[in-house]
Nanobody, 113 residues
Framework: QVQLVESGGGLVQPGGSLRLSCAAPGSIFSIYTMGWYRQAPGKQREWVAHITRRGSTNYADSVKGRFSISRDNAKNTVYLQMNSLKPEDTANYYC???????WGKGTLVTVSS
């Protein structure tokens, strides 16, 4: 069973920033593209961004220019820097390899004044 552990979520005001982290097993991290996803209350989980092993990135239109994904291959960790947060960014955020393995518990991000 693959264990993905997300952290860094919390309550932030609109316009604020958060940095999410995700630790992944080396056996997964060293091979696969890694992605961030989110699921808002009452909605389906959606893809947010991904980063290849070589560092190429891609973003959903809704976060482009505000979010930045990065990875530290030495630490088997992928990050999501989130700036200019909006209330509609409120969701539980998950990371996973692409293709997906078992999902972790995610980390909750709440954007509210």
């Amino acid at each position: 069973q693959v264990q993905l552990v997300e952290s860094g979520g919390g309550l932030v005001q609109p316009g604020g920033s958060l940095r999410l982290s995700c630790a992944a097993p080396g056996s997964i991290f060293s091979i696969y593209t890694m992605g961030w996803y989110r699921q808002a209350p009452g909605k389906q989980r959606e893809w947010v961004a991904h980063i290849t092993r070589r560092g190429s990135t891609n973003y959903a239109d809704s976060v482009k220019g505000r979010f930045s994904i990065s990875r530290d291959n030495a630490k088997n960790t992928v990050y999501l820097q989130m700036n200019s947060l909006k209330p509609e960014d409120t969701a539980n955020y998950y990371c996973n390899a692409i293709p997906n393995f078992d999902w972790g518990k995610g980390t909750l991000v709440t954007v509210s004044s």
